[in-house]
């Protein structure tokens, strides 16, 4: 069963359109968070969300926008893409706040722009 | 500005041999520092996390050792077997009034031959 799942695996696109990639978390955890890890493999958080509410924006252009329906869903949405976001994005969630809880993440979702 | 400084960027080693990859971090808040395995194609998933007032944690064959005076911390694994060979990152995390973060190092590429 798994536990973070995204949709697409692979998504090619051509710069200037928009595209969404969504994530979904079936292990009933408070936090879900968008990370980019460029082609040098850097991973870096983008947004955090708790209980539906953004606590993380990490100086991401105002092109990407994260959206929460529930607690079980964070997707990412991106406007006018350009080369620079061809990376690999990755959903995870964790248990809770306040403490350290174990990260799990999804299988990441490979974003070609040309 | 990298917070967490991470060496070697690959290692290669002997199948049996001891994998050392070294971390330096330079903020003081982070409550913990994980380790995170990442195989090609897949998410990073936890391996082992230390506290700051920890000197080492042991689980199987992999060790963190962690010099608080130093600012650094290093992953061990011994007898390391070619099902090791993967990419790892290290990471600091802070917890901030439910602000949770990670902060990752650049990644190690490690290689295990027979």
Known sequence: DTAVSQTPKYLVTQMGNDKSIKCEQNLGH???????????KFLKIMFSYNNKELIINET???RFSPKSPDKAHLNLHINSLELGDSAVYFCASSQG???????????GTRLTVT | QQQVKQSPQSLIVQKGGISIINCAYENTAFDYF????????????LLIAIRPDVSEKKEGRFTISFNKSAKQFSLHIMDSQPGDSATYFCAGHISNFGNEKLT???GTRLTIIP
């Open chain 1, 60 to 62: 991401v252009p105002n």
């Open chain 1, 30 to 40: 408070d936090t879900m968070y968008w990370y980019k890890q460029d082609s040098k």
């Open chain 1, 97 to 107: 706040a306040g403490g350290f809880y174990e990260q799990y993440f999804g299988p």
């Open chain 2, 104 to 106: 990752f190092g650049t």
């Open chain 2, 34 to 45: 994980p380790w995170y395995q990442q195989f090609p194609g897949k998410g990073p998933a």
